[in-house]
């Protein structure tokens, strides 16, 4: 069993950064890798991001390529994401999910086993 919680959210103006975490508590659970999902009201979630946990290669959604950067921390088992220029498209609600005990590149949003609460980021123009 895995507790993932995310923070950072809030409202937020449009080209100002944001950085939002998520830090996963675990027993035996072995950790392959991290992402970050989003959800808008009436829309299906979406891929966002993730990184591998051993490696540290990191994956991205086309719409979030050089906005978002995704980076982890192995000795706090957390993950974050670094907006660096939000837009009001963004506004949604960002989830982050844990994947193991393996990793493959060819499934990287895919195939997640514990997901967090959820954090709203809401980007004001």
């Known amino acids: 069993q895995v507790q993932l919680v995310e923070s950072g959210g809030g409202l937020v103006q449009a080209g100002e950064p944001l950085r939002i975490s998520c830090a996963a508590s675990?027993?035996?659970?072995?950790?392959?890798?991290m992402g970050w999902f989003r959800r808008v009201p009436g829309k299906e979630r979406e891929f966002v991001a993730a990184?591998?946990?051993?490696?540290?290669?990191?994956y991205y959604a086309d719409s979030v390529k050089g906005r978002f950067t995704i980076s982890r921390d192995n000795a706090k088992n957390t993950v974050y994401l670094q907006i660096h220029s939000l837009k009001p498209e963004d506004t949604a609600v960002y989830y982050c999910?844990?994947?193991?005990?393996?990793?493959?590149?060819?499934?990287?949003?895919?195939?997640?086993?514990?997901w967090g609460q959820g954090t709203q980021v809401t980007v004001s123009s």
């Open positions: 999910a844990v994947k193991g005990p393996y990793w493959s590149s060819r499934n990287y949003d895919s195939g997640y086993n514990y």
């Open positions: 675990r027993s035996t659970f072995n950790i392959a890798g």
């Open positions: 990184i591998s946990w051993s490696v540290g290669s990191t």
